[in-house]
DNA sequence: AACGAAGTTGGTCGATCGTCCAACTTTGCA
DNA sequence: TGCAAAGTTGGACGATCGACCAACTTCGTT
């Protein structure tokens, strides 16, 4: 392996992790797993981390900062889109924006997957236990996001305090995460859409 | 151990299996594990299960029968107490059962933390990965009755297909443990659930 | 009482796990 | 150029895992 400083090192082992993890689950993401995925011998993992738990620690940070940044985009690409986007009602806004979060879960269902075991592994571990709230607290800042550009493009302030709101949405979206993890169709999960949009929308004040 | 048939020994393992998934998570049900619990030799294992696989398998589909049990039963609990339900609004019914799911869910976080370790594990194993899916149509069936219960004690018709309206009422109940289990904000969560519960109201029709 | 079937279990196998060490190579500075 | 620091790695450690076997005990039948 060429040479390269602790925190490169570092860096292409946590990758590596989330790509086992993804592809494999966390149980298969074993140090020796991780290491060859990294293309790596298996000597260099503690010499960039202390141990296993440290790795993943550092993982589910990173994770974190992308996960919810896909379904952003998705929304971004949304309203951009002029085929997409021309003149929408707010509730039909909401429901392109979840469709878009569905799409990206049916197009890489190991990433999330691997957010759910992580979080779920986590919550068993002393030193990790801590992670999975914040976690949720990055979650519900992209919901926030999202809902601020939803208000700004549909022209409409909200009638509830935003942060219940968000967390209503991250709770939507986890729902539909874990329904089609298990059922695997996405017909059958997309047709609640709309319920789900016209319940947000209706919380919703049209500005005058 | 003090002899007994397969039957009975299969159950017993069964049961230390969900005991110790729900206290220390499935990657610490080992088979010594199991057996230590249920109070057997390791050996009394294999004679009992053909493999690890073959248990995890048992429990699954038993935990399946009895979990969303828990939410009917609380539902039960609430239309026959006279001093939680006399005469409210659907929409305030509906907000108690989820309220009862919720507390449920406090009140034994292992039970549901067990089901979804359960389900994400069996969805990385090949031999189980028909598992979630069943577990899912059980699901879908428990809203089902329990929306039936509601339609009778508030006297409505619901206005869009039932099994949708159930999936989305799974994906809601979902999204809530998830949540909770990596927030343990139980008012936090509380606060979205009259939110939720206009939603499904909204989409009911009151019989003349 | 005899005997095959059913149930029980201590001990062990090979595989895999996280972790660590000592030997080695390369780098940057004096 | 010399040498300490930083980076690299083959190999091994004790522990734990799922699985299995052969010896043992108990039961039901005749």
Redesign the pocket.
Same mark, same amino acid.
């Given at each position: $392996? !060429? @040479? $390269?400083?602790?925190e490169e090192?570092r860096a292409a082992l946590v990758d590596a992790a989330l790509r086992v993890i993804a592809r494999d689950g966390v149980a +298969? +993401? !074993?140090? @020796? +797993?991780i290491a060859a995925e990294a293309g790596?011998?298996? &000597?260099?993992?503690?010499? &960039?981390?202390?141990? @296993?738990?440290a790795l993943l620690r550092a993982a589910v940070v990173k994770v974190t900062d992308i996960d919810y940044g896909h379904a952003e985009a998705g929304f971004h690409s949304i309203i951009t889109d002029p085929a997409l986007f021309s003149e929408v009602s707010l509730e039909e806004l909401i429901r392109l924006t979840f469709d878009a979060y569905l799409e990206s879960l049916v197009n890489d269902p190991g990433r999330e997957q691997a957010m759910l075991e992580l979080s779920l592994s986590s919550m068993r571990n002393p030193s990790l236990e801590h992670l999975p709230a914040e976690q949720y607290a990055t979650y519900y800042q992209s919901a926030l996001r999202v809902m601020a550009e939803w208000e700004e493009v549909a022209g409409i302030t909200w009638s509830m305090p935003t942060t219940q709101i968000a967390q209503a949405v991250v709770i939507v979206l986890d729902g539909i995460t874990t329904n089609w993890l298990a059922t695997r169709d996405t017909e059958s999960v997309r047709a609640t859409l709309p319920g789900f949009a016209a319940m947000f929308a209706a919380i919703a004040d049209t500005n005058t």
């Amino acid at each position: $392996m !060429s @040479r $390269m400083n602790i925190e490169e090192r570092r860096a292409a082992l946590v990758d590596a992790a989330l790509r086992v993890i993804a592809r494999d689950g966390v149980a +298969a +993401a !074993s140090t @020796r +797993a991780i290491a060859a995925e990294a293309g790596m011998p298996l &000597a260099s993992f503690h010499y &960039a981390f202390e141990s @296993r738990d440290a790795l993943l620690r550092a993982a589910v940070v990173k994770v974190t900062d992308i996960d919810y940044g896909h379904a952003e985009a998705g929304f971004h690409s949304i309203i951009t889109d002029p085929a997409l986007f021309s003149e929408v009602s707010l509730e039909e806004l909401i429901r392109l924006t979840f469709d878009a979060y569905l799409e990206s879960l049916v197009n890489d269902p190991g990433r999330e997957q691997a957010m759910l075991e992580l979080s779920l592994s986590s919550m068993r571990n002393p030193s990790l236990e801590h992670l999975p709230a914040e976690q949720y607290a990055t979650y519900y800042q992209s919901a926030l996001r999202v809902m601020a550009e939803w208000e700004e493009v549909a022209g409409i302030t909200w009638s509830m305090p935003t942060t219940q709101i968000a967390q209503a949405v991250v709770i939507v979206l986890d729902g539909i995460t874990t329904n089609w993890l298990a059922t695997r169709d996405t017909e059958s999960v997309r047709a609640t859409l709309p319920g789900f949009a016209a319940m947000f929308a209706a919380i919703a004040d049209t500005n005058t």
